[in-house]
């Protein structure tokens, strides 16, 4: 862990500059507003260990991938998220010194995150080899709201001296990405202008030919008077700049308020691309910096007030659980239903900044609760309309008649995972789209959607089911061979409890749909069956045997679901037998010992019993956790939230409160050793669920709200609200009690603490 941010419960605070932890910080201060995002890398030249990365929604790169084999059904590509053209550079140089922290002298150095409003704002003293020192004063901001706006003050002080100085304000699109496999340069110019006060890049992507036009325009101003310095234009591949001179006075801020538009040809037509750049920029200065940022800041407010969680007493976890809000907030707004949320989001290109079932598995819960139901809703539509390639993805494998097969990793729903222990093996995602669905119309009663939507994507994932088991003579039951479980330090195993178990729960899930649908809509019923040449009485047939006849493995003596066949061959150690020198393993370990040995990255079985909590028992889920915990590393950042919400249900309070701390500030606090890659944004809405869930004991049964909350005894009080079925629900637990309220909607019964409260 690396303890160098300051607790603060609306800022991340860094003070003082480490060159050493700079990428880390990159990734922690980064900033987005759905449409575009981008790393907090500096405005001004740096030369030292730096990650740059801006990137844009659903800009993306067939990256060839890169094997020393091949396999049938193999992905030909790994999408990736581009780091795109970059608008931030603002190049100071004094005499014939340039501006650059690796080079001079840097005091006085504080960079803050202002989760309230969405700034981040970096200020520090800079000495350079001559003698001269400047104070620098960054704000930077993009626009919540208008998501094809960013802006920047950017403000230069000399302290003992008065000079002539070079700004150079640049729109670069000569970028690389960290992953390309062989060094390879996505980008080529379309368009690139610059004009004295503004300059444009156009610029397309190989392969899949998205445009992102990228504009800045400026204003400088001293004294409370704008000023014109001499301009010089310059224009070269992929790159356009204006380059100032101007006189700095000593004592006196010089600032530079710089303003970028970025437009996709996702939401614009190519050939109005330019004109709509430099209208976006107009209209910016126009504005200004200041009415810009209010107009964003106003929209943080309304954000906070539908997703805020207040906790008191603990500045630590204050502090952890807004940033991992404020993060998911930023990532994915739900207004466009063609985005998803990468699992690295605006904050680095790990992963391939791509779609993973993590989506539907762990950050669909928070925008159910937090937002507009459209917003969830967004992201199942989402699916839906990759349920075509889905089917295309399970065909390449030999599954037939409308077997849907959802990808591990994507983009536009074709699989483009590189690794073939995922991507043909960790075939329990799939069903992670049937659970998202029920999860859906239980927070909201939407029984209409599966009319809609939902039905055909349940019969396609249940097609595949009944063709991926097969029927074990020797077990008289359905088994399911060579998968990968949740548990990712385990490969090609056979009968994983938690596969088996969501596949019979898929096609269970699936049958009760039907009768739904048919009940609702027999019309539109007809339809669907129509469409998907749906046989009924067969297929359901078949399905009801599978699900009657799935193979679990159990361990009677113990009492515990078997992870999978062979499981007690392992040699049964503990995570305390582990040297702390070999962890992370992941990072220590060659791939052959991990693999056998009995350690797990993350919740397996215990995943399960989070997902279908009500089908077990609490002492089934003790002997289970009892077990399963103490071999696991928790190297998955997935991990620790699942944990927290069942030692919470069994009573295990002093775990769920450090389980808690480890997701929300596995980042804050680089717990993984890997925050330099970027932030966890998905295994954030894990840290919303441990809070809610967890300690608040929050679940939806039979149409019923529940809750079942306790006090971390390290608090004095926490608060959250939740919107379900049209209502906002705030609940505040504290020592003496737990009030709800219904701040808006209809009255509602809940269950509070097993008994029966009426909120009007």
């Known amino acids: 862990m690396k303890k160098y941010l300051k607790h603060h419960e609306w800022y991340i605070i860094e003070e003082g500059f480490d060159p050493h932890l700079n990428r880390i910080s990159e990734s922690v201060f980064s900033i987005g507003n759905g449409r575009m995002g981008q790393r907090a890398n500096f405005e001004e030249d740096f030369t030292g260990d730096t990650h740059q990365g801006t990137y844009v929604a659903g800009v993306y790169y067939p990256d060839k991938t890169r094997v020393g084999w091949w396999k049938n059904g193999y992905p030909e590509y790994f999408a990736k998220v581009l780091n795109a053209p970059s608008w931030i550079g603002i190049k100071v140089k004094i005499g014939d010194q340039v501006l650059d922290l690796a080079k001079c002298k840097v005091a006085n150095f504080v960079r803050v995150l202002d989760m309230k409003q969405g700034l981040l704002h970096r200020s520090f003293e800079a000495t350079f080899t001559d003698g001269k020192k400047v104070e620098i004063d960054s704000k930077r901001f993009c626009s919540m709201a208008d998501g094809e706006v960013g802006a920047i003050r950017y403000s230069i002080k000399p302290i003992n001296f008065s000079s002539t100085a070079s700004i150079t304000l640049a729109i670069d699109a000569d970028v690389v ?20 006060g503004w300059a444009i890049v156009n610029a397309q992507t190989k392969k899949t030919f998205f445009q992102v036009c990228t504009g800045m325009e400026y204003r400088f101003e001293a004294e409370g008077k704008l000023i014109n310095g001499k301009v010089s234009t310059n224009v070269k591949a992929k790159y356009a700049d204006n380059v100032v001179d101007v006189e700095l006075k000593e004592g006196v801020e010089f600032i530079v308020y710089k303003y970028a538009a970025v437009l996709s040809s996702e939401n614009h037509k190519k050939d109005s691309l330019v004109k709509l750049c430099r209208d976006k920029l107009n209209e910016s200065v126009r504005i200004s910096f200041t009415k810009l940022f209010e107009s964003h800041a106003a929209v943080w407010a309304h954000k906070w007030e539908e997703c805020d969680i207040t906790i008191d007493g603990d500045i630590a976890a204050q502090q952890g659980i807004r940033f991992n809000i404020f993060q998911l907030t930023q990532t994915y707004t739900g207004e466009d239903e063609r985005l998803n949320i990468g699992p690295k989001g605006f904050t680095g ?106 039905l055909e994507v349940l019969i396609g994932i249940s097609r595949f089911w009944a063709q991926r088991v097969n029927w074990s003579t020797d077990k008289d039951k359905y088994v399911m061979l060579g998968v990968t479980g949740p548990n990712e330090y385990e490969n090609n195993i056979n009968n994983n409890w938690y596969t088996n178990y969501l596949a019979a729960w898929t096609l269970r899930y699936s049958m009760w749909a039907i009768e739904q649908v048919k009940k609702s809509d027999a019309k539109r019923y007809g339809v669907i069956s129509t469409k998907v040449s749906f046989k009924e009485i067969e297929e359901t047939s078949k399905w009801k045997d599978i699900s009657d006849k799935m193979y679990y493995a159990e361990d009677p003596k113990r009492g515990v679901f078997l992870q999978q066949d062979g499981f007690l061959d392992k040699e049964l150690l503990t995570v305390a037998d582990l040297n702390p020198e070999d962890t992370p393993l992941n990072q220590k370990w060659s791939w052959d010992r991990i693999l056998r040995s009995c350690f797990i990255k993350q919740a397996d079985v215990l995943q399960c019993m989070y997902l279908f909590e009500e089908d077990f028992t609490n002492e089934q889920i003790k002997r289970n956790f009892d077990f399963y915990e103490p071999m696991t590393v928790h190297e998955s950042s997935l ?18 409160y450090e389980f808690y701390l480890r997701t929300a500030r596995l980042d804050l606090d680089d717990y993984n050793n890997d925050t330099e890659d970027g932030c966890h944004i998905t295994s954030m809405a894990g840290t919303w669920m441990s809070l809610v869930k967890g300690f608040g004991g929050m679940k939806i049964l039979d149409d019923k709200l529940y809750f079942n909350p306790y006090l971390p005894v390290q608090w004095k009080s926490y608060s959250f609200r939740i919107e379900f079925r049209g209502r906002v629900i705030k609940v505040k637990v504290s020592k003496d009690k737990t009030e709800t309220v219904l701040e808006s909607g209809e009255p509602l019964s809940i269950q509070l603490s097993g008994k029966e409260v009426k909120l009007k």
Not at 177 to 196: G, I, L, R, T
Not at 363 to 385: E, G, I, Q
Not at 640 to 653: D, E, N, Q, T
């Open 349 to 454: 290109e790990k992963y391939g900044g791509s779609t993973y079932w993590d989506t539907e598995a762990y950050c669909l819960p928070f925008y159910l609760s937090t937002a507009d139901p459209k917003v969830a809703r967004n992201l199942l539509v989402y699916r839906y309309k990759h349920l075509p390639k889905a089917i295309e993805n399970a065909k390449k494998l030999g599954f037939k008649d409308g077997a849907a097969f959802y990808p591990f990793v994507t983009m536009n729903g074709e699989e483009c995972h590189n690794e073939w222990e995922i991507t043909f093996e960790e075939v329990h995602r799939t069903s992670a789209m049937a659970y998202a669905i029920r999860d859906y119309i239980n927070y909201t009663g939407d029984v209409g959607y599966l009319n809609e939507f939902g």
């Open 639 to 656: 991990s620790p939230c699942v944990h927290v919400i069942l030692a919470s249900k069994i009573g295990y309070k002093d775990q769920a």
């Open 177 to 196: 990405n960290k992953d390309s496999n062989y060094d390879e340069k996505f980008w080529e110019e379309v368009h690139q202008e610059s004009q004295a």
